[in-house]
């Protein structure tokens, strides 16, 4: 018994120290880890790269393509000998030469059928759109690593709830016991309250088990193996009062990213339509090119070449080449349109379901509290009627229930409201 005792008192340590070596993170931390590492971010941030390079490149078309390039090279030509008829020697027929030579070249579009322009302004709105896009990957990372986070918060909570849910338990088993030897209660009193016991350490389990999945969900999206503690803050429970329904849609129209992403990819796929419609136009280019040349025939003397060249290229058919880029970009202008709007849509709606649960978690929260209060004191009223003789095991177990649930209804309410303050404010934009 001593040894099985040491050995539970051992692991018990165990456990503690193991506990209290995880790491913890703070909200703020957590939010800004997970941007760091979560694929959706990151792959937001490369699109924005790629737009500001792809607006430079339209940029670029402005500018003249200047070439230089340099050769040498070293020629043989094998030949039959023969006799030189002046001389009567003879002679071979085989013949060398080296030459180098190293030109300068520049071409510049005078016109591209307005195809510049309106490159410029896709490669612009294309830009605006990963812009609007990042912003909104970070608030829908920062929303799932805040439920993530109130997650692991609450399931730490709950297990508080279910370890004091316990000890009631297993003080009212020593009471039950304790009247059975008096002779003042009967055994199922104390049957009854060790099947309470029991239950009451299978829910201690289970919230244990919710509380390692969810710390391990937490690890996960701030780059970490294992568990990450959430680390409370009395800031979280501060419940805003009454919002202003109708600025709040109106800001949500105005800048909630959602919309913002949805919108600038509409007008990146209209641009994109103006630019395909270029190909209609003919195109004007002035051409430059200056050259030199040396061979070892003329002892490497360099002559100069020069050219200037201006060119009009109209492409008046191209087997439907640009009717169907016109209609495919067309097609992807309708897509895009019907995406924004179906955006400001769904954010309408999601902003009234939003608002409505955060009114009721707000509701729920007092009630919640209150039940607590007054459960409290049942029990309190219950256990002491109980050792008087006055009640039974039954009422007092069944005040001790709902004492569990009303803590358990506290914890749910409290995060409830913080899930649907965490939503709204990523609907928006900005915290509350």
Do not use: C, H
């Amino acid at each position: 018994m001593r040894r099985s005792l040491l050995a539970l008192l051992l692991l018990s340590a165990g456990a503690s120290l193991l506990g209290a070596q995880e790491r913890g993170v703070t909200l703020t931390d957590a939010i800004r880890l997970s941007a760091q590492v979560q694929p959706l971010v990151v792959e937001a941030e490369t699109e924005v790269r790629t737009a500001n390079a792809l607006r430079r490149s339209a940029w670029g078309a402005y500018l003249p393509t200047v070439t230089a390039s340099s050769s040498a090279s070293d020629f043989f030509s094998e030949g039959a000998s023969r006799i030189d008829p002046v001389t009567g020697r003879l002679t071979t027929g085989n013949s060398s030469n080296r030459s180098i030579s190293t030109s300068l070249s520049a071409s510049l579009d005078l016109f591209t059928g307005f195809r510049r322009g309106a490159e410029m302004g896709a490669a612009r709105a294309s830009q605006y759109a990963a812009d609007a896009s990042l912003v909104d990957a970070r608030f829908q990372q920062a929303l799932e690593t805040t439920n993530q986070f109130f997650d692991a918060l609450a399931a730490e909570q709950l297990v508080v709830v279910r370890q004091a849910s316990v000890r009631r338990a297993e003080e009212q088993l020593k009471v039950s016991v304790a009247k059975l030897r008096a002779g003042s209660a009967t055994r199922s009193d104390s049957l009854r309250s060790l099947v309470t016991l029991g239950d009451a350490r299978l829910e201690l389990i289970g919230a244990e088990t919710d509380l390692a999945s969810a710390q391990a969900g937490l690890a996960r999206l701030v780059g970490e193996i294992g568990r990450v503690r959430a680390v409370d803050d009395s800031a979280y429970y501060q419940v805003v009062t009454a919002v202003d329904t109708l600025t709040l849609r109106a800001e949500a129209e105005s800048r909630s990213p959602r919309i913002q992403s949805a919108s600038a990819g509409a007008s990146a796929a209209r641009a994109s339509l103006r630019a395909s419609r270029s190909a209609y136009w003919p195109s004007l280019t002035l051409s430059a090119n200056t050259a030199w040349n040396g061979s070892g025939i003329d002892d490497y003397s360099l002559l100069n070449q020069r050219q200037v060249r201006l060119a009009l290229n109209w492409t008046l058919f191209n087997q439907f080449d640009r009717e169907l880029a016109v209609v495919q970009r067309s097609a992807s202008l309708d897509v895009a349109e019907a995406r924004a709007d179906d955006s400001r849509r769904a954010v309408a709606a999601e902003l009234t379901t939003r608002l409505a649960e955060l009114d009721a978690a707000r509701a729920r929260i007092d009630i919640t509290l209150t039940s607590v209060a007054a459960a409290s004191e049942d029990i309190r009223v219950q256990q002491e009627r109980y050792r008087l003789g006055a009640s039974t095991i039954v009422d007092v177990l069944t005040s001790q229930e709902a004492l569990n649930q009303a803590e358990v209804n506290v914890v749910v309410a409290r995060f409830d409201y913080l899930r649907a303050k965490a939503q709204l404010e990523t609907l928006i934009g900005r915290t509350l």
